[in-house]
């Protein structure tokens, strides 16, 4: 049997079995928090749907083997006593298993099938093979007997609650073929075999990694699975989803969100530009006549309800400056148009007649969905919009001025400069920022971390102002990285989401930003705390700020993404 190829194992609990363009995964996920006690065939087309359950079968009984399940970036096994079956991706919609040993059951995970859900199953003799038809996505899932004896064949055609699926004999090698189609294509016929489908899923995944992240060293002993978890989360163009796209995740985090994507493009820029460049446009390619972006863009969904903040302008300048290719002028063009909508969006449709600063309408606008700065109203200005619109606008007229738009670029840099003179008249006390009621005026500040954001300004801030928002961050800090909120506040929760738990994004926009103003032991100390909690703990949603504990999704990109950035920082400083 085909032994496991080097790259870095992991746990298919805490990140899904995939491989780059496919949109399924193999993992016990199969819903928010929810793990299956088998592996599943788990598609994110038209939503997050366990469609097939995955069960080595033991030789002499055909019951459920007790195996182990193994894993690395192009093998996944199901190991057992008595034998083993292996399973690879041939393509982003085909996987191929061969077992020895052990049987194999591949069965629909939902036994009801109403004339609007569940999963019909019949065999097609046009192609030969047995098929599962998905009302949930929208997809057929065919299996093809490769080699070996089919051991059964229940509920075919079957309708009503009924078990359906097939099974392979444990006798001698067997091999399966699996492909999620839309309605048909010409009988499977393996083009390969199965140990040159592993190792051509082996040579994938090791380009990927060497051209995101040539720097490793085992000094970032975590960056191989940190791509992996990129690569694997990565869906090839379909349904509203343009242009090649890394998803937040394969579990139930499976979408792209507006502003989690710059954290995947600023990590793939130097190896990997025209992907990064994607990641960058996604969301941009869905915006409304309004310039708003959307908040978040899936297979079959684009939401409109809430937006995302814009650090969009901060993104595009770092963006730029780590492709290995500047932007030509036409994509210089292109990135100057949409920032321009979006920003014009926040200084009209969230600005009040007569206001300086623009407003949020939610702690979801923000990104920051339940942060205490919201606590007291919900429709608020706060200093870290003003702070990335601040940003955006000096890109804006840093991109103007290569255009050739002088005039355009002189109108950026004054709003850029009233904005800023605006936010530290209104909203800094002399000691720290606060937020302000867009309907009466009334200020407040919390223990959150959001109130010091504007860091992000660099060495844009006045001197007196990025110290004390320095020393105010330092308070933040626990052995593992930056809590959102103080640990000392009242409203601290270590699983509260944006009212404890440690962010890679504000992670990266903290330590980017104090680099920027001077505070390098700072920004040096978050970036190692962070990175050794990666290191030990994963790359999940976020984490508990006082035991590092993964939090929520435990597979998530901009995580990942953000190590990456931060191991990349570390191992150039080092090595200059």
Same mark, same amino acid.
């Given at each position: 049997m085909t032994a496991a190829p080097a790259g870095p194992a992991f746990s298919v609990r805490d990140i899904p079995f995939s491989t780059c363009g496919s949109w399924f995964d193999l993992s016990p996920v199969v819903a928010e928090k929810t793990y299956a006690d088998d592996l599943h065939l788990v598609s994110h087309q038209n939503g997050m749907h366990g469609v097939l359950r995955l069960v080595p079968l033991d030789a002499a009984t055909g019951d459920r083997a007790e195996t182990r399940v193994e894993a690395t970036p192009g093998l996944l096994s199901w190991a057992g006593e008595s034998g083993r079956v292996d399973l690879a991706y041939e393509s982003p919609d085909t996987v191929r298993l061969r077992g020895s040993g052990l049987g194999f059951g591949i069965f629909a995970a939902a036994r009801a099938l109403t004339p609007f859900s569940g999963t019909y199953f019949f065999h097609d003799p046009a192609a030969g093979a047995h098929v599962f038809t998905s009302y949930e996505t929208g997809r057929r899932y065919r299996v093809t007997v490769v080699s070996g004896t089919l051991a059964e064949a229940v509920g075919d055609q079957a309708l009503g609650s009924a078990d359906r699926g097939v099974a392979v004999t444990a006798d001698g090698t067997w091999e399966l073929a699996v492909e999620e189609l839309d309605t048909a294509r010409p009988p499977f016929a393996p083009r390969?075999?199965?140990d040159e489908v592993v190792e051509s899923a082996r040579r994938a995944f090791a380009g990927f990694v060497d051209a995101v992240a040539p720097w490793r060293s085992p000094a970032t002993p975590a960056a191989e699975l940190a791509a992996y978890v990129v690569w694997s989360a990565t869906v090839r163009p379909a349904g509203l989803v343009t242009? *090649?796209?890394?998803?937040?995740? #394969?579990?139930?985090?499976? #979408?792209?969100w507006s502003w989690d994507h710059c954290f995947n493009a600023l990590a793939l820029a130097p190896g990997s530009a025209e992907l990064a460049m994607d990641q960058f446009h996604v969301p941009f390619d869905h915006q409304d006549?309004?310039?708003?972006? *959307?908040?978040s863009v899936t297979h079959s969904e684009v939401l409109y309800n809430f937006v995302k903040p814009p650090i969009h302008g901060w993104a595009f300048g770092h963006l730029r400056r780590r492709l290995p290719t500047p932007p030509d002028r036409g994509q210089l063009a292109e990135a100057y148009d949409r920032l321009t909508r979006w920003t014009e969006f926040w200084l009209t449709a969230r600005r009040a007649p007569g206001a300086g600063l623009p407003h949020y309408q939610h702690g979801n606008d923000s990104g920051w969905d339940n942060a205490t700065t919201f606590d007291p109203e919900r429709v608020v200005v706060t200093a870290d919009l003003a702070a990335f619109l601040i940003l955006q606008m000096r890109e804006l007229a840093n991109l103007a001025t290569e255009l050739g738009r002088t005039a355009e670029a002189d109108r950026w840099a004054s709003s850029a400069t009233e904005t800023q003179t605006a936010l530290l008249d209104q909203l800094w006390t002399g000691d720290r920022f606060v937020a302000r009621s867009a309907a009466t005026g009334d200020t407040w500040s919390s223990a959150s971390l959001l109130d010091l954001m504007p860091v992000v300004l660099g @060495?844009?801030? *006045?001197? @007196?102002? !990025?110290s004390a928002l320095a020393d105010h961050i330092k308070a933040h800090l626990t052995p593992y990285? &930056?809590?959102t909120e103080l640990t000392t506040s009242p409203h601290y929760l270590a699983d509260g989401y944006w009212r404890g738990p440690i962010w890679a994004p504000a992670t990266v926009l903290v330590e980017d930003g104090l680099r920027r103003a001077g505070h390098h032991r700072l920004a040096d100390d978050i970036s190692a705390r962070f990175r050794a909690l990666c290191e030990t703990h994963g790359f999940a949603e976020n984490f508990d700020a006082l035991t590092?504990?993964?939090?929520?999704d435990r597979?998530?990109?901009?995580?990942? !993404?953000?190590?990456?950035? &931060?191991?990349?920082a570390h191992a150039h400083r080092e090595g200059s």
């Open positions: 390969w075999s199965f242009r *090649p796209a890394v998803l937040m995740s #394969k579990h139930w985090m499976d #979408k792209v006549a309004a310039g708003a972006l *959307p908040d @060495e844009h801030l *006045p001197g @007196e102002v !990025s990285g &930056l809590a590092g504990t993964g939090l929520r597979a998530y990109t901009w995580t990942a !993404s953000s190590y990456l950035l &931060l191991a990349e």
